[in-house]
């Protein structure tokens, strides 16, 4: 989707005066960092968490940026009004500052996926692919490994590519959060290996009403030691996994999973 209007450093303009110069030093070396608000209904969704993780971005890259929290969401809000946006995500980008000039801070509406509701159902198909995120709790805009990543998954037809770090253990995907359940216990990768995205975050809150969360490493080569699998991303909510890399990790979506895609549900109600 292209919107008529974007927010540059809190001023509404035309989508077609936001652009950053091709002699811009901290764009092109990838000084960036960035979020993403989904939009449904006109109503954005933790807006407050999306800006924080944001901030915390900026401060791992070293980009200073004096704007308050509450302020980035309003603008947010702003653009909300003005575009009329219904169902969108709101890409929210921090490029670093050059030697005189301030940072520059993009709000602009991209098109919000919806998948098939049989995802939901019977589960989807990852790949891995070999490799780490620089400064991976950082959400950077150094995405060309995602980007490798993802291509392979697109041409498998899987729905994400999931990284695995030098030591064989799955991190995260190139664009969600993954974890594993056995037992009673859910099971994520350790944080400083990882990015805390919003719903991770949800999802680490909700939990613990069902099951006991535990960090620890997942390695690949044990892939089919546990119950049941998902990933969690701004737009998927809580995917339930099928099948990694050819092999079938669950027949069919597991009991905690279904628990947490409705705890998840009735807190994205409440708030």
């Not at 400083?192 to 809150?205: F, N, R, S, Y």
């Not at 079938?248 to 009991?255: A, S």
Request: proline content about 4%; glycine content about 6%.
């Amino acid at each position: 989707m292209v919107a008529k209007y974007v927010i540059k450093n809190g001023e509404l303009i035309d989508q077609k005066d936001a652009s950053i110069s091709v002699y811009n030093k901290a764009f092109f070396f990838d000084l960036a960092v960035y979020s993403n608000i989904k939009v449904i209904g006109e109503k954005m969704y933790w807006p407050e968490l999306e800006i924080e993780k944001l901030l915390e971005s900026a401060v791992t890259v070293g980009i200073k940026y004096e704007v308050k929290q509450a302020e980035l969401v309003k603008w947010a809000g702003e653009l909300v009004e003005k575009n009329k946006l219904d169902n969108a995500l709101i890409r929210v980008l921090l490029v670093g500052p050059e030697a005189d000039s301030e940072p520059l801070l993009f709000m602009f509406p991209v098109g919000l996926t919806f998948y098939p509701k049989q995802y939901y159902k019977r589960g989807v198909k990852l790949v891995t692919y070999k490799g780490e995120r620089f400064l991976p709790t950082a959400k950077s805009k150094n995405l060309l490994m995602n980007y490798f990543a993802y291509q392979k998954a697109v041409k498998q037809e899987a729905l994400d590519a999931l990284m695995i770090d030098r030591d064989g253990n799955v991190v995260e995907g190139t664009r969600s959060s993954f974890f594993v359940i056995k037992g009673d216990e859910l099971i994520v990768p350790p944080t400083e290996k990882t990015l805390e995205g919003v719903t991770k975050k949800i999802v680490l809150e909700i939990a613990p009403q069902i099951l006991s969360v535990r960090e620890a490493d997942i390695p690949l080569a044990g892939i089919t030691d546990y119950d049941e699998y998902f990933i969690s991303a701004t737009t998927m909510k809580i995917m339930p996994v099928r099948e990694i890399d050819g092999k079938v990790v669950q027949e069919k979506v597991g009991e905690k999973t279904r628990e947490l895609q409705t705890l998840f549900a009735e807190y994205a109600e409440k708030t």
